[in-house]
C-alpha cells in the first residue's frame, strides 16, 4: 500500500526545494518517487519532434524521492507521517497528528 498518492498535497522535507509544498501530480510506486508541482524544476534541452515543434529550453518538474516528501494532513494542515488502517475493508491513512483518516 502506497501511502502517497496522486492528488495529495505534500511538503518537501530535505534537498533544495525544503519547505514547498505542492500536489502530487503521478506517483512511480516502482521508483518510490513522486512529481510534485512546482518543485525539483529541471531545465531540458528540448529537441524538435512531431510534438513539439518549438526547440529551445523547457523547464519541467522532475520526480523526488517520496522520503523527502511528506503529505500534509487535509485535516489539520501538518506535515506528518501517516499510519495506515483499514476501515470496512477501505485502506485509508491516519493522520499520526490529529488522527482523522483519509
Ligand atoms: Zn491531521
Excluded: W
Excluded at 529541471?42 to 519532434?49: A, N
Excluded at 523527502?68 to 501517516?82: A, D, F, G, Q
Excluded at 485502506?91 to 483519509?102: D, E, M, N, P, V
Aim: a positive charge; charged letters at 30%; one cysteine or more.
Amino acid at each position: 500500500m502506497r501511502k502517497v498518492r496522486k492528488g495529495d498535497r505534500v511538503k518537501i522535507v530535505s534537498g533544495e526545494d525544503r519547505g514547498k509544498v505542492g500536489k502530487i501530480l503521478q506517483v512511480f510506486p516502482e521508483k518510490n518517487r513522486v512529481l510534485v508541482e512546482g518543485v525539483n524544476i529541471v531545465t531540458k534541452h528540448q529537441r524538435p519532434t512531431q510534438a513539439v515543434r518549438e526547440p529551445g529550453i523547457v523547464k519541467r518538474e522532475a520526480p523526488v524521492h517520496v522520503s523527502n516528501v511528506k503529505v500534509v494532513c487535509p485535516e489539520c494542515s501538518v506535515p506528518t507521517r501517516l499510519a495506515v488502517v483499514t476501515v470496512e475493508n477501505q485502506k485509508l491513512r491516519r493522520c499520526k497528528q490529529c488522527g482523522a483518516t483519509f
